[in-house]
T-cell receptor, first 109, second 112 residues
């Protein structure tokens, strides 16, 4: 299975702090994507990093990819209460996405 | 622009009944995906279509599940007969080529 594993499963931080989530996967990939899911809602695409890229930024998001270790990290800087959600990494080799197990992030005031 | 539209948003049915979930992808997208999300199994890909043709249905649990995409703007996922273990949130997503997928709001299915 190519399913990714996120670490930690749950993370609780205070507003203003940084949040780091990690993802490990098992097979070759074309790209890796991060998605956010608010409770009871569909997934929202956050950022995509291709297999030949090592780091990518988008606003307060920073993603790294280490294909030799088959791992990725998502850093959310200066977190806000609105960042409270579950975060999933997803890998793709063909058109299909294989999602990880997710990290539940709780940002408190 | 309207995103991916799914209907119904909630469905409660009795075991043995037929259930049909509907999806309208984003106009212009050529790939459509059906996922199922449960606490135990997470997010699983059931089937995906490219240009209305089923490409990979290896995630479809069993013959009780079937999916169709008669045209570029509509897809259905049917469960017949439904069982309590089919209770889950079913998501439809669409995309253009191999990039990000856009998810619908999901259909929460409860089979009693």
């Amino acid at each position: 299975s190519q399913q990714g594993e996120e670490d930690p499963q749950a993370l609780s931080i205070q507003e203003g702090e940084n949040a780091t989530m990690n993802c490990s996967y098992k097979t070759s990939i074309n790209n890796l994507q991060w998605y956010r899911q608010n409770s009871g809602r569909g997934l929202v695409h956050l950022i995509l990093i291709r297999s030949n890229e090592r780091e990518k930024h988008s606003g307060r998001l920073r993603v790294t990819l280490d294909t030799s270790k088959k791992s990725s990290s998502l850093l959310i800087t200066a977190s806000r209460a609105a960042d409270t959600a579950s975060y999933f990494c997803a890998t793709t080799l063909t058109a299909r996405l294989t999602f990880g197990t997710g990290t539940r992030l709780q940002v408190t005031l | 622009d309207a995103g991916v539209i799914q209907s119904p948003r909630h469905e409660v049915t009795e075991m043995g009944q037929e259930v049909t979930l509907r999806c309208k992808p984003i106009s212009g997208h050529n790939s459509l995906f059906w996922y199922r999300q449960t606490m135990m199994r997470g997010l699983e890909l059931l089937i995906y279509f490219n240009n209305n043709v089923p490409i990979d249905d290896s995630g479809m649990p069993e013959d009780r599940f079937s999916a169709k995409m008669p045209n570029a703007s509509f897809s259905t996922l049917k469960i017949q007969p439904s069982e309590p273990r089919d209770s889950a949130v079913y998501f439809c997503a669409s995309s253009l080529v191999r990039d990000e997928q856009y998810f619908g709001p999901g259909t929460r299915l409860t089979v009693t």
